[in-house]
């Protein structure tokens, strides 16, 4: 159990198109679903919390309007990464939530690689 | 606040033992451990909750002591499929319902196992 799937697994765009990423929670509903980016060789880096049907919480120095959020279902939230530019080039995974005993248990999805010329 | 994990990386030959910190400066409710293989996604490990929690599968284990705000991973007789980087993940509490559901990571311990 615990499977989410993410979609695509890689893309490739030109600079100023907009790019959508979709992520699901197979066989379990999410209460909330995490967007983080990674860097090479580095961490992860959350930017966004995302509950269905209410906004996406934001961390600090991520643009909301470049990347939005939308939780449609327990099961579903995608990703849209807007007029994007190269510096916006990078591996974006998502993370479902799921309540296990007495804490939550974050399960991820394979990661979508977003490259932008 | 970003825990801090020691070592920065790690060598091995198949069979050996290793030790993964993970500290952190703040209180927390729970501390998550996953390991990353070369471009692709974390896999969840195992999680700790307070209270001195110690837990294990395989001959990969984990403690908690909430008091210190650190963590340890354990992986005794180590093998190849072990290698990646080990990212713990720390939970803060909040007051009025355990934890707070966000997890921050520290920057990794990349593993190798070598034949």
């Known amino acids: 159990g615990a499977v989410v799937s993410q979609h695509p697994s890689w893309v490739i765009c030109k600079s100023g198109t907009s790019v959508k990423i979709e992520c699901r929670s197979l066989?379990?509903?999410?209460?909330?679903m995490f967007w983080y980016r990674q860097f090479p060789k580095q961490s992860l880096m959350l930017m966004a919390t995302s509950n269905e049907g209410s906004k996406a919480t934001y961390e600090q120095g991520v643009e909301k309007d470049k990347f939005l959020i939308n939780h449609a279902s327990l099961t579903l939230s995608t990703l849209t990464v807007t007029s994007a530019h190269p510096e916006d080039s990078s591996f974006y995974i998502c993370?479902?939530?799921?309540?296990?005993?007495?804490?939550?248990?974050?399960?991820f999805g394979p990661g979508t690689r977003l490259t932008v010329t | 606040q970003q825990p801090v994990q020691s070592p920065q990386a790690v060598i091995l030959r198949e069979g050996e033992d290793a030790v993964i910190n993970c500290s952190s400066s703040?209180?927390?409710?729970?501390v998550h451990w996953y390991r990353q293989k070369h471009g692709e996604a974390p896999v969840f490990l195992m999680i700790?909750?307070?209270?001195?929690e110690q837990k294990g599968h395989d001959k990969i284990s984990a403690s908690f002591n909430e008091k210190k705000q650190q963590s340890s991973l354990y992986l005794t007789a180590s093998q190849l499929s072990y290698s990646g980087t080990y990212f713990c993940g720390t939970e803060p509490p909040i007051i009025t319902q355990g934890g707070s559901e966000k997890l921050v990571f520290g920057k990794g311990t990349k593993l190798t196992v070598n034949p």
């Open positions: 700790l909750l307070k209270g001195g």
């Open positions: 993370s479902a939530s799921r309540l296990a005993e007495r804490a939550y248990e974050q399960y």
């Open positions: 066989d379990f509903q999410a209460t909330t």
């Open positions: 703040k209180a927390l409710y729970s």
